[in-house]
């Protein structure tokens, strides 16, 4: 039982490239997410899925596009990476466990865009 | 606009004290309550969440909310230079909440030898 991970774990890119993280869970959760979290500003939501084929936007999601391929398997597309990007990024699942709904975290992926 | 307001700290400690570590939110309609502990480089994990008023055990761990006053807390017993991380409050719930959590920046504890 792996619980949520993240594919690549560091990438540095260029303006204007794209790249797609990866991110896929194994304890059969409904609900994935998509956060990056930068120095003071915390972890902020970028986009989550509440379940398999349904995708909605959270409190960041400009220049950013996921796609739900499946229950398991939740990305995250840049399409055109800008500097601004540059940040750590967490894939999350949530699911009924310990008694309440809790959300569980992936290793993270460390991006630098120069 | 939810918020949940955390002091960054660092809260400093020595080890065998009793470390206190505060949350407040913004949102009334918030229904649960989340502690994560995050050490440097690593990612956010769960140590424990609360819904009701009260108290809330685990090991070494309480977390006490008071829904009236909008204020969450984590209290950790025999502090061990382990527990040196950030601390992240997050909370569920409330208007248009969902499963979403919206998360405090944290506080660091520090616990000395």
């Known amino acids: 039982n792996a619980g949520v991970t993240q594919t690549p774990k560091f990438q540095v890119l260029k303006t204007g490239q794209s790249m797609t993280l990866q991110c896929a869970q194994d304890?059969?959760?409904?609900?994935m997410y998509w956060y990056r979290q930068d120095p003071g500003m915390g972890l902020r939501l970028i986009y989550y899925?509440?379940?398999?084929?349904?995708?909605d936007k959270g409190e960041v999601p400009n220049g950013y596009n996921v796609s739900r391929l499946n229950k398991r398997e939740f990305s995250l597309r840049l399409e055109s990476a800008a500097p601004s990007q540059t940040s750590v990024y967490f894939c999350a699942s949530s699911g009924r466990d310990r008694g309440g709904e809790t959300q569980y975290f992936g290793p993270g992926t460390r991006l630098l865009v120069l | 606009q939810k918020e949940v307001e955390q002091n960054s700290g660092p809260l400093s400690v020595p080890e065998g004290a009793i470390a206190s570590l505060n949350c407040t939110y913004s949102?009334?309609?918030?229904?649960?309550f989340f502690w994560y502990r995050q050490y440097s480089g690593k990612s956010p994990e769960l140590i424990m969440f609360i819904y009701s008023n009260g108290d809330k055990e685990d090991g070494r761990f309480t977390a006490q909310l008071n829904k009236a006053s909008q204020y969450v807390s984590l209290l950790i017993r025999d502090s061990q230079p382990s527990d040196s991380a950030t601390y992240l409050c997050?909370?569920?719930?409330?208007?248009?909440?969902?499963?979403?959590?919206?998360f405090g920046t944290g506080t660091q504890l520090k616990v000395e030898l």
């Open positions: 949102d009334r309609g918030s229904q649960s």
């Open positions: 304890m059969n959760h409904n609900s």
């Open positions: 899925s509440a379940s398999e084929g349904t995708t």
């Open positions: 997050a909370v569920n719930g409330g208007t248009g909440g969902g499963n979403k959590l919206t």
